[in-house]
């Protein structure tokens, strides 16, 4: 049996399943400022019925999807940290607002990662100084090219630690090697800021999982729409960001397991999540998840959020009627304030919802103002919804269609994109999906379980791992993007012989994460080769060979009931 749970905006939900069947879910309200609280409330609504039968151990695998780490870094809760950066030549990053408590210092690492420029210890020591008189006690360290040479970033910890011992200090190598150093910086940065508050978070939801009898793995829900060990996500907390829309496009996929291009949109209380599945496969964001404003490295969907959900606040703005962008609580049918677009679907469904006779109190009190009866200002909000959604819709297909993937897709189909479906998401789905694909003209798929289908992702999603590495065989060395691995390698090496390293290393380390049995599904995504030229002779060969564990669906899961 499968359990997931998805930490949404407004309500957590979980599912506990088994061969495809949803045996028992459960849906509470989210306390934003207590999570874990809501976590614990739906993982024992699921097992009612499991631990009194002692049938606990027959549970396989937990999944959650979580807020937290988006939630840190939207309202600045995370820790303060200084950031070092050592950029080397080129961009001036002394003339740039870049992030709070940056500090440059020099010393440089060419793309062959060689030594450049020295550090200057006494430099560091006097940022040092400034950090810890400015009262941090967290520090990134971010060198350029780090992570084909990670010896300045870690002579940097050296000094800073000789000097103050109680600095924590975290290296840009270890969080992630990829190419791009602004984005390296971004991701090693949230890495500090959200790991200790993650770390707390995590600990708490472990203890409360064993303490109910449950000893299978514990899985988190990254921003690419695979999972990782919970021990694995304390190193990597913002692999963890959005990570909620990611559970929407799994959620899709687990209902739809087929080739179809959908787009989906998950209609929650305070945002709708749209995203793109082209052909069966989700469409991926080419230059990482924007956190804080930037770019990262984190790998995620091309997912948009807008600021409309089923608790948006209906207003009479002296003209017309206005839906959100604020949510002020649940809708009125719940016990909210104000009038929504859940009461407005609430009134005319005769309260299949929630309490009829709150929503059209809510409504009539817009409705005096507007000069319309309450069911003419509930057809009104309806309407609007859908034109705000099918709007939005076509904008973002715009930006999806810069994206690679989409690119390709319709270089090799010779033909653009058309949509065969809306797939809703969400307990507000029903509603709004139906007419809103026939505006979009395309079919509409709102299936039984799509109230739940964010924790049904989260249940079934399978382990990813990506892994980039570059070699020189000139210097007969090669770097991985992660852990900081290097090694040796031959002078006649080959394009071929990088890929199967690469493939090797990927199940070494997939093993190491307890996620071995899916290494063989794995896909190779770089694969680049470029000569060294010196005197007219070729010198030696630089490879850069990306391969990843793609995400997916794990084996256990055949799809869900019609």
Partial sequence: MLIGIDVGGTFTDGVLCSEGRIINSAKHPTKEDDLQ??????????????????????????????????NLLASGGGDEVALVLLPGPGLNFRNIDFLPHTYIATGAINFRGRVTEPLDQKEIEEIGKLIVDAGLHKVAVVGKFSQRNSSHERKVEEILKGRYSHLEVFR???????????????????TAVT???????????????R???????????????????????LHYPCE??????????????????????SVVVDIG???????????????????????????????????????????????????????????????????????????????LGEGKLGSLSLSVGALENVARRAGLTARELAQTIVLQVNERLEESIKEIFKAWEQEPAY????????????????????????SFVPS???????????????????????????????????????????????????????????????????????????????????????????????????GWLTAGKLFDVGVQIAPGIIDDFKGVES
């Avoid at 996929?253 to 087929?258: G, I, P, W």
Wanted: aromatic share 8%; charged share 20%; with cysteine.
């Fill in 172 to 190: 840009g190598f270890e969080v992630s090697g990829q190419l791009n150093f602004p984005r390296r910086a971004v991701t090693t940065y949230y």
């Fill in 211 to 233: 303490d109910r009898g449950i000893a299978s793995p514990i899985n988190i829900l990254k921003a690419d729409g695979g999972t990782m060990p919970l021990e694995v996500s």
């Fill in 269 to 347: 209380g305070t945002t709708t999540d749209l995203a793109l599945i082209l052909e069966g496969k989700p469409l991926y964001a080419s230059r990482g998840a924007v956190i804080g404003g930037r770019y990262s490295h984190v790998r995620s969907f091309a997912v948009r959020s807008i600021p409309l959900g089923g608790d948006s606040a209906i207003r009479w703005a002296g003209d017309s009627v206005t839906i959100g962008p604020d949510r002020l609580g649940p809708a009125a049918c719940f016990g909210g304030p104000v009038a929504t677009p859940t009461d407005a679907v609430n009134f």
């Fill in 436 to 534: 809103l694909a026939n505006r979009l003209g395309c079919r509409a798929l709102v299936h039984r379980y799509s109230p739940v289908a964010n924790a049904l992702g989260a249940a079934v999603a399978r382990p990813t791992l990506s892994l980039l590495m570059h070699a020189d065989t000139e210097q007969q060395t090669y770097y991985l993007n992660l852990e900081g691995i290097s090694g040796k390698i031959s002078p006649g090496w080959q394009l071929k012989d990088a890929k199967e390293l690469a493939r090797k290393q990927l199940q070494q380390i997939a093993e190491k994460r307890g996620i071995g049995r899916y290494a063989d599904r794995y896909e190779f995504f770089l694969e680049e080769q470029f000569n060294m030229i010196r």
């Fill in 37 to 70: 609280d809501s976590i614990f409330a739906v993982l024992d609504d699921l097992l009612q019925g499991i631990k009194s039968s002692n049938k606990t151990s027959s549970i396989t695998q937990v999944v959650l999807s979580t807020t937290l780490v988006t």
């Fill in 195 to 209: 790991r200790e508050k993650w770390a707390g978070f995590a600990a708490g939801i472990e203890k409360a999982i």
């Fill in 240 to 261: 963890t960001v959005f990570s909620g829309p990611a559970a929407s496009v799994m959620g899709a996929f687990a209902l739809t397991m087929d080739r179809q291009t």
């Fill in 407 to 430: 690119k390709i897709w319709e270089i090799v189909n010779k033909r653009p994109v058309e949509l065969d479906r809306a797939v809703g998401i969400g307990a507000a789905a029903e």
